[in-house]
């Protein structure tokens, strides 16, 4: 277990090498906040005639909150394990006597603590300060921490899918360029997902993006029934244990081709 | 003349390498069409929920947008991988070659890349731009027309001149990605911001995309004018140009720092 | 051509920043510390000579050849190439000169040679018969047809290297400044890179510089070494020259240990050691 605690501890330090690149990503984090805000804000108070789906006041709370959660769920697990497998350097990895995923895991966690000191509980302040009303939903604060646990390991583990396809590509910025894209949009960070027309809406239901940051989102700042809070973590859930196969299954394969093919 | 030769030669050699793996200069191409194509999609979506933005129909918003983009993705096919590459170029040390050629490091930056991948942005801009120019009824005059290409064309520099600039920090700083991508990244970076009218902004997020990165100039300004909306005052939207040339002033003298710097403590 | 140098000097202000340090206020964290790289080192190399430089690792050697080359700007001191400087006649310069950096390849890495070649006959301006005319001479010399038509990635170190010298050439310069070019590479190929080296030298009269660790391309190729120690100009002059100094100063030391071989390797060591001055 304390080889693993070390890793955790590696991936604090790695995140604060740079602290000029930290200050720059806090930074964007707000001016995109501010950009979001601005948006939707306008979006509506020129709209006033009409009636969208959801209202202004929820709107706004889910872009906050999405935001604010995507600097703890945002993963560069992808780009990390794409360049120790381009470099070779993963053949060392393996070496060791340790568990590589659970390893690439713990520096994630290591990773996540200080998105969650730096950019999260800064970001929750200056919105609290800026904001002046409640954007949190009190009465489904502990459904919404466990939702959001869910969703940050079904993006690890999306990552970690994602990432280990670099066993079979050459270039992999690509894919990854195209999986961001669509991420972006399906996964509801951008635009809430219940404003999507029909057709958009019936696919992304087949899909894991939405488990990321939708179903997260809705339960943190929505009033919702509970059975529809309980068919959402269940939904989460089945995300969760399907991916995970599929991360062993990939992993295993991979792991075949370059003991195999020696890289 | 020599240097269209050069060019042609250069893009020969680049599409040469490219296609050594074609599989991935599909992907690439792909990718790109994919990223541009989400981002239509999502608005797409936003103005199927909603009518106006700040008095802006969905086509008003479309023109400018494709207005900025287009001066976008002419200048990114000249000068963004260059100025991203610059970076890697100076911790490895290779920069040290493009400096004993007998032609300037920059103009052999430029030329020896082709970014076939900003090509699906250009179309998807062009198409777009067609689009909400058939839906949109301004009446072109010969004055209309030669403000629309100036405005296209201060656009193009403003765009040149702010990757520039980023790029060249490069020559000071180890890691200056996160620093370009707050300024010039298409998710999250400032530039999203001149993606809509830029009166949902505050007055000082005006101020500073109109006067200090003057990403408004690209497409707001110029498009708002055409379309009559009231600006005030008036004459901001003819100093584009001379923002732009401020601008490519500033960007060659930082360029050239950014070289001397270089000749003075070397990689 | 001819190059002239006088007072050289190079300053390097580097950073210091505690390794430790990850605070995120380390911005204002800043101390400087100077290090004189090159210290007023003047010497003249005459049109066609082999001049070889010597040093260590941190001598000052890479930096005098980057300064030389254009690359760096000197703090004070004059560099002059055939009268030319490379603050007013940078392009003149660039045409007439020629770089290999043995670990920095030139070539384009995915295509073949034969397109880097046609790229640079582009860009300096080759007229089509002077850059057949020495395709052909290159071909003779260094096999290039064997490989010119792969791209660099498959080609071995040795090949590299022939292909990076034969890019180098093409547009006919007149100095020739070659920074380890023997490095890694096996002992048939070295000597065929010697034999163009030499070659190309005394049909085409090409002054040519040459920094290497390896001792024995200096003893091969220069008539000439120029010793650079802690950014300071230890010895300028002719190999038999420096053998016959070390004989004198070290007359004693050479007669009792009789089997302590002569070499210009035995020299340069003990140069490094301090004994030599």
Known sequence: MKKYVDYIIIGMKEHLVYPSAMWAKFFSKILYLYLQFSIWNALFSSNSQINPVVNQKDTLNYIVIATIISALIECNTIEWLNAQISTGNIAMELIRPIDFLKMVFSRHL?????????????????????????????????????????????????????????????????????????????????IPVTM?????????????????????????????KASAIREAIITQFMWMILLYCITEIVWTIGKRKLIVQGG | MNYIKLYLRFIIIYMKGKLEYHLSLLLELLANTILIGVYFTGFYVIFYNFNTIAGWNKYEVLFMFTTSWL?????????????????????????????????????????????????????????????????????????????????????????????VITGTISFW????????????????????????????????????????????????????????????????????PIVAFAMAVIAYHFWNIGLKRYGSTGA | MSIEVENLTKTYNIKKRSTTDNSIWYFRAKKYSSMTAVNNI????????????????????????????????????????????????????????????GQRSVLCWDIPVIESFKLFKDMYR???????????????????????????????????????????????????????????????????????????????????ILTTHDISDIEALCKKMIIIDKGTLLYNGTLEELKGEYYLSHQKEVYQNAAMENTLETIIKNIYEGDFL
């Open chain 2, 71 to 163: 001066a976008y993705s002419f200048s990114c096919f000249f000068f963004w991988s260059p100025m991203r590459d610059i970076g890697e170029l100076v911790r490895s040390g290779k920069f040290d070659l493009y400096l004993t050629r007998p032609i300037s490091p920059f103009t052999y930056l430029v030329l020896q890349q082709f970014q076939y991948t900003f090509l699906p942005r250009l179309f998807f801009s062009v198409f777009f731009w067609i689009y909400s120019l058939q839906k949109l009824s301004i009446e072109w005059t010969v004055r209309k027309i030669s403000y629309y290409c100036i405005s296209l064309l201060s656009a193009f520099v403003i765009f040149s001149a702010i990757t």
């Open chain 1, 196 to 224: 999507f027309p029909d057709l958009l809406y019936k696919i992304n239901l087949f899909l894991p993006f939405r488990a990321i940051y939708a179903i997260p989102v809705t339960i943190m700042t929505s009033q919702m």
């Open chain 1, 110 to 190: 290591g990773d996540s603590v200080i998105k969650i000191v730096f950019y999260c509980i800064p970001l929750c302040v200056i919105t609290v300060m800026i904001m002046q009303q409640p954007i949190l939903c009190h009465t489904q604060i502990l459904h919404g921490v466990l939702s959001i646990l869910l969703a940050y390991c079904i993006q690890f583990l999306y990552s970690l899918i994602i990432g280990l396809l670099a066993f079979w590509l050459i270039v992999t910025w690509p894919l990854n360029m195209l999986l961001g894209a669509i991420y972006k949009l399906l996964s509801g960070a951008w």
């Open chain 3, 42 to 101: 003047s010497f003249s190399i005459p049109t066609g000579n082999i001049v070889g430089f010597i040093g260590a690792n941190g001598a000052g050697k890479s930096t005098t050849i980057k300064m030389l080359t254009g690359i760096l700007t000197p703090d004070h001191g004059r560099i002059s190439i055939n009268g030319l400087n490379y603050k007013k006649h940078r392009r003149q310069i660039m045409l007439k000169i020629g770089v290999v950096f």
């Open chain 3, 126 to 208: 080759i007229p089509e018969k002077a850059y057949k005319e020495n395709i052909e001479l290159f071909s003779d010399i260094l096999n290039l047809p064997e490989f010119i038509y792969k791209p660099p990635r498959l080609l071995s170190l040795g090949q590299r290297m022939k292909a990076d010298l034969a890019a180098a050439l093409l547009h006919n310069p007149e100095i020739l400044f070659l920074d380890e070019p023997t490095i890694g590479i096996d002992v048939l190929a070295k000597a065929k890179i010697r034999d163009f080296v030499r070659k190309i030298n005394q049909e085409r009269k090409i002054t040519i």
């Open chain 2, 173 to 240: 700083t180890v890691k200056s990605e996160e620093i370009v991508s707050l300024l010039t990244d298409n998710n999250y970076g400032l530039k999203n911001f001149c993606d809509y009218p830029i009166q949902i902004y505050s007055k000082g997020m005006q101020l500073l995309l109109t006067f200090i990165i003057p990403y408004a100039l690209t497409g707001y300004y110029p498009v708002a004018n055409l379309l009559g909306k009231n600006l005030q005052p008036f004459w901001l939207p003819f100093i584009a």
